[in-house]
């Protein structure tokens, strides 16, 4: 098994349909799709919602946060390749040095380190955070939490393409399909992670 793991279930369109694209208009069901794999949700999910929780995570009362800024983007579905517009969806990770900001250790002024944005009409999300480090035990990776307007959810993780610690990491490892979790990344300033979310 290799580090980025065969991409396959989520993102494979059954039915042939042309590849989807963030932003791309859709109308009716795109295709039947895999359900994302459900992951634990972590110790660290916030004990309390900071005052500032937006999709940008860069910045922080003020502050900028240390690190590689980067997107996270895509598009949430149901099971039937619907958009679903209107879903909540929650991110949280931790600093440059694998420090979560709500478990009473010291973060950098300026991290956030969760934020919450709704999908719009065509299910499109988009945050703008910072690469987070790694701590022993687990490989590079931002929590996800959904729940859709109609009150299905998700709790996952989303993982990075060719990190080492990948092959090592035994929740990834152990899911449905790994391949799945790991995002696409495009090319660009910022890059860019491509993580589409299908909700059972």
Request: net charge positive; charged share 20%; glycine share 14%.
């Amino acid at each position: 098994m290799n580090g980025n793991f065969p991409n396959r279930g989520r993102r494979r369109l059954l039915l042939g349909a042309p590849a989807l694209l963030l932003g791309a208009t859709v109308s009716g069901p795109v295709s039947a799709l895999s359900s994302t794999p459900p992951q634990s949700e972590g110790p660290f999910y916030p004990r309390s919602i900071p005052s500032d929780s937006d999709a940008d995570l860069t910045v922080f009362n003020g502050e900028r946060a240390p690190g590689e800024v980067i997107e996270m983007v895509g598009r949430l579905f149901d099971a039937k390749g619907q958009v679903l517009s209107g879903g909540n969806i929650e991110i949280w990770h931790c600093d440059v040095n694998g420090v979560y900001a709500h478990v009473g250790q010291s973060t950098p002024p300026g991290f956030q380190g969760y934020g919450a944005v709704r999908t719009d009409g065509s299910g499109n999300y988009r945050f703008r955070t910072t690469r987070p480090g790694i701590y022993p035990g687990r490989t590079r990776h931002i929590h996800v939490k959904v729940r859709s307007a109609d009150g299905a959810d998700l709790t996952t993780q989303m993982y990075f393409p060719g990190e080492p610690g990948n092959e090592r990491d035994g929740l990834l490892r152990r899911a449905r399909d790994p391949g799945a979790l790991i995002a696409r990344k495009e090319a660009g300033s910022p890059p860019r992670y491509v993580f589409d979310i299908v909700l059972a």
